[in-house]
Nanobody, 122 residues
């Protein structure tokens, strides 16, 4: 099994920066993706950024040039991925979720963290 834990959320001013951290652990191997999603009140959960085990990155158009997903840092028992948020806008306020997607056959599963709040306010 895989466990995913987010940290680093909180209050950020418009135009400011914030870094979110994701720690994934457990049965992680082979081909996988670690991604950041967000969900604002009344909206569907949407992809923000993701990175694959092959270090291929993908960003939502709304955050390109402002957010950066780090490479995957491996420790003894954790896979760490940061989301560096810059030039933050009001629309970036949401609950942010980290997700591990197992892409190894047979069809793998998605594991989600509990989410972390990002509030944008002056």
């Amino acid at each position: 099994q895989v466990q995913v834990v987010e940290s680093g959320g909180g209050l950020v001013h418009p135009g400011g920066s914030l870094t979110l951290s994701c720690a994934a652990s457990g049965s992680i191997f082979g081909i996988y993706v670690i991604g950041w999603y967000r969900q604002a009140p009344g909206s569907q959960r949407e992809l923000v950024a993701q990175i694959s085990s092959g270090e291929v990155r993908r960003y939502a158009d709304s955050v390109k040039g402002r957010f950066t997903i780090s490479r995957i840092f491996r420790t003894d028992d954790k896979y760490l991925v940061d989301l560096q948020m810059g030039s933050v806008k009001d629309d970036d306020a949401a609950i942010y979720y980290c997700m591990h997607r197992d892409l190894n056959p047979p069809p793998g599963r998605d594991t989600w963290g509990k989410g972390i709040q990002v509030t944008v306010s002056s």
